[in-house]
Each structure stands twice: as C-alpha cells, then as structure tokens.
C-alpha cells in the first residue's frame, strides 16, 4: 500500500474512533466506512497480488501454485477456503488454508518450511507473501457458503477439540475464548462482541476473513487473528499453524457453516 | 504390570507433535489438553508456560463450560473464598482517584514475540473493558453489570465495604466461573491496589456516585 493510502486510511480511521464514541454504535460506523471503501478496500490490492504469486513459477522448482489442491482437486480454487479447514489423505493431517497452503509451497515450488513461514503476517515495510495469497484464496469463495460439516472422523475430532479449548480456561486472567465470545450482544469497551457459539455469531465473524484491520493497516489472516486472540488471554504464544489454531477454527467454520463468505472484510 | 507398561509407553510416544493429530480417538479432553500445550512456541520460557495450567476451579469451569451443577458450584465458591487475603493494615477502602485510573488501565501482562507488554508496564484492573461505571467514561463494556452509582445505590458500610473488597479480590467466592477474573488471588492487583478500586466504587465524592 503507498503511503499516501496508509495516512489517508489513518485519518479516516481517527475520524471514526471520535465518531464512534459520539455515537455509540461502532458497527454503525464500520458499516459506513465499509461502504466509502466499497470500490477499495486496500485489502484488493493485495487480493491482485495474491493472485499473481498463485500463477507465476517460483522457487527452486519454478512451479506456480496452479496445481496446489486445496481440498477440491489440483487447481480448483473456487469454494476451496469456505470448505476449509479438511481432511487431506495425502498429509493425513486436518489442514487449514494457511497450513495446506504452505504445504504446497514447500512439495510443488520447493520453498523450505522455514522460508515460507518467516514472513507469515506483515509489519510495516515488509509485506507478506501468506497474507496476500490467502487473501486471493478467500476471494474465491466470496458468494459461497461456509461448508465445513466435519464429517469425517479426524475432522468431527478436531471440531470437539476446538470447543474444549473454546471454553478452556487458564491465565492470570482466568480467561477463555468463551467468556468474551460466549454471549449475544456484549461489547468489551465500545467494540460489540460476536457470539461464536450461535451460527449468526461464527457465521459473522468466519466469513469476512481475512480482513482489513483498519488499527493495524494490514491484512490479517484467520491464523494471525487467533493467535492474536491467546496474546489478550495473557497466553504464550502458539506456533503458526499449531493444531489448536487449526482446531478452534474446524469448531467456529462447523458453527458458521451456511453463512455467506463476503471477503476480504473490513474491521476495526 | 501390563497396563502400567502400557500406559508408560503412551506416556512416551505423547510429546511427539507429529502424532498429534494421528492419535486414536479416545477421550476427547486428555487428547485436546496435549494438543494445546503442544501448540505452543518452543521458545516460550517456562515462566510463560505456566500460565496454560489450570487450577482446579479452571478445570472444573472449562469442564462444565461455565455453568456446573449447584454441587460444584458450591465446592467452588467455598473454596475460593478461603483464598482471600486482606491488607495488613486491616484498611479496606482507600483511595478513589488511584482506583479511577486502575479502573481505565487496560495493559499489562500481555507476552509472546509479537507484541508483548514492556516489561514493568502497570497492570491496571480494566474494570471499563466490562462495566459502566463513572458517568462521563462512555467507552465501557457490557460483559459485566453496570456499576454506576454502585455506592449511590448500596451505601458504604462495613458489610458492602468487605463484599467489594471480596468480589474483586476472588470473584468466584461468591459466583462460581463467573466471567471476571480473580484479581486478587492471581496478584494481578495487589490488595492496596484493589483498596482503591472499592474508594472508587463506594466513595460519595467518587464520580462513579458523584455524577
């Protein structure tokens, strides 16, 4: 993004904050900058971007991500994310975009684990290639339904070990996913709060990511977003593609399933 | 001796990460308590990692997902409140305009590599991330009740005194895996600091009653 969008962004952004604490409401306030950012969300630029790392050759072995199967067969992208996290035999591994994407950068382009890994979220002058291919990913499912009825048995496992961990609690905080995510119509501060356990909560929250944080002028990833979530419970931090990551998100797509994915979204 | 064999050999094989996922089903807690602890960084210090055990009050609100039967409840409640500790000085109420500013402060304690706290950063007891208290603060939470007027309207003797001392101190003495933390019994707030927490919420001239 050019810098000039960033400070722009960022006066709108102030612009809002003072708005919102006129007003009270701050999803009224996101809505009507959701919609001056309609024809640009900055998150489309990176949607473009995305779109180009999938399609040209790289890495040692010079191949694209063309033939990458995210769950759907070689190639075929359109759904893919809003079907994720899943089942892979190949792996024998439940995987969620960010983890099955990685694994195709490392067996078809070559990239080592690590390398790809480094960069997984951006910081400021330093982008990130993840954060822009999951980007590309999530838009091709925009208009399609989340669909993640976790039927076979690894994944039913995995959506009963991401509700334990939704509602375990520890920390000098006594916290949970569940205290702040477990009731309708809460806010913590002025920020309204979903209900994950309700499918109108998980299916608000799950099908407009990844997002444009307007606080941090960066794309986050689902992955970013829950680690995110354990730094506030005064947690450690977990491992990039950990299993509870992948976990917690097989439990919240099973609940949001049905809903409409509209991505990338727009968040404080 | 077979079972014990068995269980030992199990014992090994379970900090392997790999295995994680390919283990056979069985019970869904103990398999999903080895998974979140092994989804931690390697290079979190054990001091950190300390901070994913559970005590028992945890355990058995995570097990009954907040809400236990009346039973556990009260072992809970009993429990907890034999944990609390007062200053020495015996003085319970202290100073309103230090507790408005524990009230508003919101950091502190957070850590990892991505964005920890400073090291030293006070830890405040963010009491606006869930309640309304001071009228002019319009930036509070609604997980918890207001507490507007808390003074106003319960008066400021002894017996509401200790109860605020208390219910900061170890919130779930009085309601079991109730949403708010123990402030107390963690150190997050040291009993002087939550002295001046009660000031801020029975004191007259405080503007949680003022205004």
């Known amino acids: 993004m050019s810098a000039r969008l960033r400070a722009a962004l960022a006066v709108v952004g102030l612009g809002l904050a003072s708005m919102a604490m006129a007003q009270g409401s701050t999803m009224d306030e996101i809505a009507r900058y959701r919609e001056m950012l309609a024809d640009g969300n900055p998150a489309e630029l990176l949607e473009l971007k995305g779109e180009s790392l999938w399609k040209t050759p790289r890495g040692p072995k010079n191949a694209s991500l063309e033939q990458c199967d995210m769950g759907l067969g070689p190639g075929k992208l359109d759904g893919a994310y809003a079907q994720l996290p899943r089942y892979f035999a190949d792996t024998r591994k439940v995987m969620d975009v960010e983890s099955r994407l990685v694994h195709c950068m490392v067996s078809l382009q070559g990239f080592k684990y690590e390398d790809v890994t480094r960069q997984w979220f951006s910081r400021p002058g330093q982008e990130s290639e993840i954060e822009a291919l999951v980007t590309y990913i999530g838009g091709k499912s925009n208009g399609m339904k989340i669909d993640v009825p976790a039927r076979h048995p690894e994944e039913a496992r995995m959506a009963k070990m991401g509700e334990y ?77 950990s299993d509870s990551v992948i976990a917690l998100q097989v439990y919240l797509q099973k609940t949001a399933s049905g809903t409409v994915m509209q991505t990338p979204g727009i968040k404080r | 001796m077979r079972h014990r064999l068995i269980a030992l050999a199990l014992i090994t094989l379970a900090p392997l ?77 202290g100073d309103w305009k230090e507790g408005e500013k524990l009230a508003a402060v919101g950091t502190g304690g957070h850590i990892g590599f991505i964005q920890p706290d ?59 895996c109730t949403n708010m933390p123990r402030f107390g019994l963690h150190n997050w707030l040291t009993p002087e600091q939550i002295t001046h927490i009660v000031a801020f919420l029975v004191d007259p001239e405080s503007p949680v009653n003022k205004d």
Request: glycine share 8%; proline share 6%.
């Open chain 1, 165 to 241: 961990i939704f509602y375990r609690r520890s920390g000098p905080q006594d916290f949970s996913c569940a205290i702040c995510h477990g009731q309708d119509d809460k806010r913590i501060r002025l920020q309204e709060l979903g209900n994950l356990t309700t499918r109108a909560g998980a299916g608000v929250a799950m099908s407009t990511w990844p997002s444009y944080r307007v606080s941090q002028g960066a794309v986050w990833t689902m992955q970013r977003r829950l680690i995110d979530c354990m730094r506030q419970a005064r947690w450690p931090e977990p491992k990039y593609l």
């Open chain 2, 118 to 176: 400073p090291p030293g950063r006070v830890r405040g007891g963010n009491c606006y991330a869930c309640h309304q208290l001071a009228k002019k603060e319009v930036a509070y939470g609604t997980i918890g009740p207001s507490l507007q007027h808390f003074g106003k309207l319960r008066g400021n003797t002894e017996q509401i005194i200790k109860y605020t001392y208390d219910k900061i101190y170890n919130s779930n003495a009085f309601t079991a």
């Open chain 2, 17 to 93: 990460p790999a295995l994680a996922q390919s283990k056979p089903a069985g019970d869904i807690a103990s398999q999903a308590e080895q998974i979140f602890r092994g989804s931690f960084r390697d290079d979190n210090p054990a001091y950190w990692m300390k901070r994913l055990d559970q005590d028992e009050t945890m355990r058995l609100c995570s097990q009954f997902k907040d809400n236990p039967p009346a039973r556990v409840r009260h072992k809970i409640e009993k429990a907890e409140m034999a944990s609390i500790r007062y200053p020495v000085d015996g003085k319970l109420i």
